[in-house]
Every structure is written in C-alpha cells, then in structure tokens.
C-alpha cells in the first residue's frame, strides 16, 4: 500500500511539472510577435508624465504624444490593438524586464550603454539632449553649467531618471530638489519654486511654447547629444527586428517627419 501510494504521488509531481513546463513555454518561449498577434494586443509601457512625448491627461486616462503616436504605428504594422501599462522613471527598469507587464516601453527614453547593457533598444527615432528651463527674465543667468553649478541656484528634476542622475553628477553644488512629478515641475519653476528645471532638448519647447513664464535659453548648445529609442527587455529579437524595420520605414516615407512637425520637434534624420 505504501509503495503504491508513492507511486501516485510521484506520477502526480511529474505531470504537475510537465504541465508547469508547457505553460512556461507557451508564455515565455513563443515568439513575441507571435504572441502579441494571439493575444490580439500590444501592451506598452510609459510614464505618461512627459510632454510631449508621453502623456497621461489626468480627467479622462487618455494618453497622447510623439511617443504615443509611434507605438500606434507599430500597433498598426502587427494588426493588434493597443493598451498602455503606467510605468515609473525609477521603476522602468525593473518594470521593463518583467515579462508579465508590457512588451516595450516607450516615450522620453534615451538610447544608453547602461541600459544596452541589460536590455535591448530600438535604433533612434527622436533627437534629443540635456538642457534646462528657467523663468523668462532669468534667461540671461543661465549660459553654462557653471552659471548653474552654485548653492544659491535651485535646480529641480523628477526622481530616478537620467535628469537627476545629470544633475547628481554635472552639478554637485548646486540646492538639487527631486520632485516626483515631473510633468509638474516646469509650473513650479515658473512658480518660483525652483530656478532651473534639468530636462531635453524635446521636452523643452512644449512648455515655452505653452507658458509664456518659461524660457529655455541653452536649447541650441544642449549640455549632451543622444537619441530616444524604444525599450524592451532582451530576448525578443523578433519584436526588437520588426519596430527598428517599421522605425526605418517611417524614416523613409515620411511620417516619422511628419509627427516631428505635428509635436513641433527638430528633425535629425
């Protein structure tokens, strides 16, 4: 009897692995356009706090942007409709490289090693650079990272991206205030509740645009050059292979400039 009993359960432990296995496969070892197209869905992770790349406009949850616009085009391309994850700048790593959230990130994310290091990214689609706002009537202050590297100067940036880790590295001196809203800060800079807000050279010209307080008087001289890509976490070389093709694509036909004009961005292709 007792040796029967283990019999069973040993038969049971075996076809609960079997059955672990298949549907560990059938999640993580089918490629992912393959399923993106069955599950009829591509899910997109961004911050939506990034005008005018990525934004979440608080009254109705409906999203807009460059960004957004782009990840509909690749939505586009695969047949599927699209959903968008709310993802975090200090959290998008992590966010990204959980294979349960979303497929890729989008919006102001900038190509680097660090992150080439542990996940992939699409080739650029967007320009950009580190450069700053300020009040109008300060624009005159403000010339070089040394004019902005002193005590008296309140620089403000949103936590866990690539704006405070500038700040953290390029401006050790000056009264750094991270503000954990980023869409917000350039209000607040207007405000008089910071001098300067470290942020690029895309974002920039939406809200001088948009706020006749602000001036951004360092945007054709950025402290750094870069590009904006598209982040996903590794092993999804066919989805990384089709959006640099459709990213190409647009390139070549023209809508990728077309969007650049619509947002009011400088084309660099």
């Known amino acids: 009897m007792k040796r029967f009993l283990l019999t069973i359960l040993s038969i049971l432990v075996i076809g609960v692995s079997l059955i672990s296995c298949g549907t560990s496969k059938k999640v993580y070892g089918t490629p992912a356009i393959d399923r993106i197209q069955e599950r009829g869905t591509l899910l997109v992770g961004t911050t939506g706090d990034y005008r005018p790349l990525s934004y979440r406009e608080p009254e109705t949850g409906e999203y807009w942007g460059f960004g957004i616009d782009v990840a509909g085009e690749i939505?586009?391309?695969?047949?599927?409709?699209?959903?968008?994850?709310?993802?975090?700048?200090?959290?998008?790593?992590a966010d990204v490289q959980n294979p349960d959230l979303f497929d890729f990130a989008i919006g102001g994310i900038t190509i680097t090693d660090t992150r080439l290091e542990t996940m992939d990214m699409s080739e650029g689609y967007l320009c950009n650079g580190k450069t700053i706002l300020c009040r109008k009537e300060d624009a005159g202050k403000y010339k070089s990272l040394e004019d902005l590297n002193k005590a008296e100067v309140r620089v403000m940036v949103n936590p866990g991206g690539l704006n405070e880790k500038f700040a953290r590295e390029n401006?050790?001196?000056?009264?750094?205030?991270?503000?954990?809203?980023?869409?917000?800060?350039?209000?607040?800079?207007?405000?008089?509740?910071?001098?300067?807000?470290?942020?690029?050279?895309?974002?920039?010209?939406?809200?001088?645009?948009?706020?006749?307080?602000?001036?951004?008087?360092?945007?054709?001289?950025?402290?750094?050059?870069?590009?904006?890509?598209?982040?996903?976490r590794k092993g999804q070389d066919d989805l990384l292979k089709k959006v640099n093709s459709i990213i190409k694509e647009m390139k070549s036909d023209g809508k990728l400039k077309d969007l650049h004009d619509k947002y009011g961005l400088v084309y660099g292709y």
């Open 75 to 93: 939505a586009d391309k695969l047949g599927v409709s699209i959903s968008y994850v709310p993802t975090s700048w200090p959290t998008l790593s």
């Open 171 to 232: 401006l050790p001196s000056c009264t750094l205030v991270v503000f954990g809203k980023n869409e917000e800060i350039p209000s607040r800079v207007a405000e008089g509740e910071a001098d300067v807000m470290i942020t690029e050279i895309t974002e920039a010209p939406w809200y001088v645009r948009n706020d006749s307080r602000l001036a951004a008087p360092l945007l054709d001289s950025p402290f750094t050059r870069g590009q904006i890509g598209i982040l996903m």
